[in-house]
């Protein structure tokens, strides 16, 4: 049975950056099932934002799927976007060049009818929840979710963002503060002063930058700080579950990492 784990935040946090990053590791991190990402954003296709330099024939619609009369197991993984060297990792989510007016609009059937197939062939289902109109498959996920993420920024937006939404999830949700500028002040404290029981702070990563300026969001993050930060996030979330890794657990999964089927260390793992 997959974990549900919804990721929130206001716009411009860098939210489908980090719900990516914290899914690619709790891959490497389990071995639980397979690990899905999920966006049902039509108003930024996440497919278009993380699979720029992919070629049209390897780019598959989460719409298509859902435009289906029923939804089997092969339709997901003949849908699913995935990632050399990650066997059993892939992205759902809508082409760039889609939008509301691409698809009928969904049914509350044909949402429950798409998780009850991702419950039964993934551990983990991470879902980057949007703000958009009838957006059905958000809806779901936040109702089921095992786990509620709030992702901010270090900004006045994110502050008024979490306080419009006091109410909406934020209190159960696992706070994380994303520094997404390199700036020479950023207002970290002023932050941490008004939004209550910040978690997590992810730390700026010039990588990651590189990555959306190359259109490689999809390459595993080498930022060792970074991952070090990402991998806080996912013990709580393990121990949130009954899942209680050390950190050698975290990076090799039972001895052998999943990204390279290593052993001991090595320059890609850590």
């Excluded at 044909?110 to 809806?139: P, R, W």
Aim: aromatic share 10%; proline share 3%; net charge negative.
């Amino acid at each position: 049975m997959a974990k549900i784990i919804a990721v929130i935040g206001s716009p411009g946090s860098g939210k489908t950056t980090v719900t990516l990053k914290i899914a690619q590791e709790l891959y490497c991190a389990t071995t639980s099932g397979a690990v899905i990402y999920l966006s049902p954003s039509l108003k930024i296709p996440a497919l278009g934002v993380l699979f720029p330099n992919y070629t049209p024939d390897s780019i598959f619609s989460l719409g298509k799927m859902l435009d289906k009369t029923d939804i089997y197991e092969e339709d997901v993984l003949n849908h699913l976007v995935t990632v050399k060297a990650m066997k059993n990792f892939g992205c759902l989510g809508y082409k760039a060049g889609e939008n509301r007016f691409s698809y009928p609009d969904l049914t509350d059937d044909k949402v429950k009818a798409l998780f009850d197939v991702l419950h039964t062939m993934a551990g983990y289902v991470f879902v980057d929840c949007t703000e958009e109109e009838n957006d059905l498959i958000s809806q779901y996920a936040l109702g089921m979710a095992d786990e509620v993420i709030m992702v901010i920024s270090p900004d006045l937006k994110s502050m008024v963002y979490v306080s419009s939404n006091e109410s909406n999830h934020t209190d159960r949700a696992i706070k994380v503060l994303n520094i997404n500028e390199h700036e020479l002040y950023s207002p970290i404290d002023d932050i941490r002063t008004n939004v209550k029981n910040i978690s997590f702070i992810l730390p700026y990563s010039k990588q990651i930058r590189g990555q959306h300026l190359d259109g490689l969001l999809y390459e595993r993050a080498k930022d060792k700080k970074y991952r070090t930060e990402i991998s806080k996030i996912i013990n709580r979330i393990m121990e949130e579950k009954g899942r209680n890794h050390n950190e050698k657990d975290f990076w090799y999964s039972y001895g052998h990492c999943r990204y390279c089927n290593c052993i001991n260390s090595c320059s890609k793992c850590y």
